[in-house]
């Protein structure tokens, strides 16, 4: 009994193994058929016919990596090519896209522009069947070696990385390397302001090795002037661009030696329009508006001391305005002779106006004590019909009240005839009155009743009328023509 109960589980246990093996075959199989269908292969057809295999993917191909192919493993690129032989000949071109921006006050200049080197570099050489160059991203450049060129006198300088580092280099197969990226840089520009704002302004964008002196690295111009090349739709709002044009020359530092430098030069000539409206026409005009004063009764203190001080303050305002947009030089712009020119024409006719209106302050008074010592009263004439009328200022009814009198001139009875002359005087008229007295109805012998009326037109503005125009007219002519 004990034996057929061991063999009843032996039995089964074979039973057990057996299904569980024949369940596994079944699941490798379908694994299999699983791993056919995505590689492509499928299991025998009957008639022993298979489908091709897809083809293998290159890029896992060791021999077609770059670094393999370029090399970049078996040198060091750290040290420049052709390492304690001569030095290495680097071609520069420029393209510019865009001349950004000029400012006076901060004097320098912003430009985008496409820079682009050209070397030799005979570790980067490979064999090429069809002699193709390969091109790459700015992930290579960190692996070999690139000219080290920097910008001379910049104050902000970047790379472009929208939407990633605008970089290019490609490789041909006998080892050649163009290298171009896309900059912004911000550069110093000296500028000079004398003759602003009828000045013409020269820049200079400047490039050079930073470690390499003239022994290890030559620095050129690849294609001469050409190798400088401009997109015509550049513009400025203040500027004409003139001439784009390329230089180089050595550069020599006390403590490192002689390097290549290479200049991109720009001509910029600014356009006057904008000024003549916002500056010259405006400070020519307040002058022009100083001139009616010269016309104003003299007498009329408000009209003209308001119109002077307006004026002052205008031309004061205009040249704040402009020294306001420009660097603080120490030395005379052409636009500052003009302004304080014309700010010394206004100021020059308040003063004018201060002169006529003291000088006929003191006349007057010299007049009326003349008049008293030299024209006594008559008795003829009753106190309170004598009228002395002064720089023509009488109203209506005191000339009226003047009918029936004699115009003669008044000389006292006691006076011999030679002395019986009133002088006369060139700046005024003297109109002498005599009256006889109507109560008593017998006509006197000649008594003389006398009046005088005094009309003044000072000959200072008559002069400044004519002096004032002239002479502007005259600074005009001279300025515009050593300036333009």
């Given at each position: ?19 569980l ?36 993917d290159?890029t ?5 990596k770059?670094?393999?192919?370029l ?7 750290t040290m ?22 000029i400012?006076e ?12 080197h ?8 490979f ?9 790459f ?6 692996k ?44 110093a ?11 013409s302004?020269?820049c200079?964008l ?8 003239d ?6 111009w ?23 044009h390329?230089t ?15 200049y ?16 010259y ?6 002058v022009?508006?100083s001139w ?11 009209a ?9 303050l205008t ?23 003009y302004?304080?020119?014309?700010f ?22 010299r007049e009326r ?12 004439i ?20 003047l ?13 011999p005839?030679?002395?019986q ?27 003389l ?9 000072h ?25 333009c």
């Amino acid at each position: 009994m004990p034996y057929l109960n061991r063999t009843l589980l032996l039995l089964s246990l074979l039973l057990l193994l057996l299904l569980l093996g024949q369940s596994r075959t079944a699941e490798a199989r379908r694994h299999r058929q699983r791993v056919r269908r995505w590689t492509g292969t499928e299991e025998t057809q009957k008639h022993g016919a298979s489908l091709p295999k897809k083809p293998p993917d290159v890029t896992k191909s060791r021999k077609t990596k770059t670094e393999h192919l370029l090399k970049v493993d078996d040198h060091d690129f750290t040290m420049r090519p052709a390492f304690g032989g001569p030095a290495i000949p680097v071609g520069v071109d420029v393209q510019v896209e865009s001349l950004d921006s000029i400012s006076e006050v901060d004097m320098d200049f912003t430009m985008t522009l496409y820079l682009r080197h050209y070397w030799k570099d005979e570790r980067l050489s490979f064999s090429s069947s069809t002699n193709k160059s390969m091109t790459f991203d700015g992930r290579l450049v960190k692996k070999i070696w690139v000219p080290d060129v920097f910008f001379v006198h910049s104050k902000r300088s970047f790379i472009h990385d929208t939407t990633t580092d605008n970089i290019m280099l490609r490789v041909f197969p006998d080892g050649h390397v163009l290298y171009s990226l896309r900059v912004t840089v911000t550069a110093a520009c000296n500028m000079d302001f004398s003759r602003f704002p009828l000045d013409s302004q020269t820049c200079s964008l400047e490039l050079e090795s930073y470690a390499y002196t003239d022994e290890d690295l030559m620095l050129y111009w690849k294609s001469g002037d050409e190798s400088l090349s401009t997109d015509d739709r550049i513009s400025l709002s203040q500027f004409l661009i003139q001439k784009f044009h390329t230089t180089s020359r050595l550069a020599f530092y006390s403590s490192t030696g002689w390097y290549n430098r290479l200049y991109i030069n720009f001509t910029l000539r600014r356009h006057i329009f904008f000024f003549l409206l916002q500056t010259y026409f405006p400070a020519t005009l307040m002058v022009m508006l100083s001139w009616v004063s010269f016309w104003i009764d003299r007498r009329a203190v408000p009209a003209r001391v308001s119109l002077g001080i307006t004026t002052v303050l205008t031309m004061s305002t205009i040249i704040t305005g402009v020294n306001a947009s420009m660097p603080r030089v120490s030395y005379i712009k052409a636009v500052d002779i003009y302004l304080w020119v014309s700010f010394v024409f206004v100021f020059l006719s308040v003063l004018e106006y201060a002169a006529v209106n003291y000088l006929s302050t003191v006349q007057d008074r010299r007049e009326r004590k003349m008049r008293e010592r030299s024209l006594p009263c008559t008795c003829s004439i009753s106190q309170t019909r004598t009228m002395t009328m002064l720089d023509g200022t009488y109203s209506e009814a005191d000339t009226n009240s003047l009918a029936g009198y004699t115009e003669e001139p008044m000389v006292p009875e006691d006076e011999p005839e030679e002395k019986q002359k009133v002088p006369e005087k060139s700046e005024h008229m003297v109109v002498h009155l005599s009256m006889s007295t109507e109560s008593t109805g017998i006509k006197k012998r000649k008594s003389l009743r006398a009046l005088n009326i005094i009309q003044n037109t000072h000959a200072i503005d008559k002069y400044s009328r004519m002096i004032f125009p002239g002479s502007y007219i005259f600074f005009n002519l001279i300025y515009w023509s050593v300036y333009c």
